[in-house]
């Protein structure tokens, strides 16, 4: 049986990190988190005090992406792989709420998503790979074989993020998550380089209310449909 490359594209909070690594496991391909490089690439952008709440000095920030070296490394007790930030492991850091309300808007830089979507394209061009992001079937992988496009109501979205956040232990409020998540909505859809869009041959899944294991096994039906028009 031939492998496949699997796109999963859609909305923050949406569920696209979970779907993708359960795939990932269960058809034993390689699992890349797009959203988690932008997020690394944002937090570098933090410590370095090119971006905050106020204040985004791009032109200075473009000359540094150079000095940005980005790995996924597989953690065996947490069974997927983690993001490493210059050789240091930023997977929790890059989870928090400082740096959700900056990601977009680092996202929306083209430099950034040029040398991101490079990155990306090497990193699934042998297919048997499961890749989730904004732009994966639309601009690094146009002619996946399966295309999914995640959507659910912002206040789920909200909800689950917060939820999320609450879980770790992060002190938050539904309703600044909830304006973020509009606000990431928004960014995400009207910037120039690589709006968020579902590509034409995108199967949309609204997830608002679909349990996971729901969700999995009407995906998994795609899958097998995918792969048996490969063969």
Do not use: C, W
């Not at 000095?57 to 597989?74: Q, S």
Request: charged share 25%; no cysteine.
């Amino acid at each position: 049986m031939q492998n496949i490359t699997i796109a999963i594209d859609g909305y923050s909070s949406t569920g696209k990190s979970t779907l993708a690594k359960q795939l990932a496991k269960k058809l034993g391909y390689v699992y890349v988190d797009s959203g988690a490089m932008y997020r690394a690439v944002t937090l570098y952008a933090m410590q370095n005090g090119y971006i905050n709440a106020h204040v985004f000095n791009v032109n200075d920030f473009v000359l540094e992406l150079d000095a940005i070296n980005l790995e996924f490394k597989f953690n065996p007790t947490l069974g997927f792989a983690e993001m490493y930030l210059n050789a240091v492991n930023v997977e929790k850091q890059i989870r928090t709420m400082a740096v959700s309300s900056l990601v977009s808007q680092v996202a929306a830089v083209p430099e950034v998503r040029y040398q991101l979507v490079k990155q990306q394209y090497q990193m699934g061009k042998d297919k048997g790979v499961v890749m989730d992001g904004r732009d994966i079937g639309t601009v690094v992988f146009p002619n996946a074989e399966l295309k999914l496009f995640m959507t659910a109501s912002a206040d789920v979205r909200a909800q689950r993020r917060y939820d999320e956040l609450i879980s770790r232990g992060d002190e938050v409020d539904f309703e600044a998550v909830l304006k973020n998540v509009r606000e990431r909505d928004y960014i995400d859809s009207h910037r120039e380089n690589s709006p968020l869009t579902k590509a034409s041959d995108a199967i949309e899944i609204d997830n608002s209310k679909l349990t996971l294991e729901a969700q999995f096994d009407k995906i998994m039906s795609l899958v097998k449909e995918a792969l048996k028009a490969k063969d």
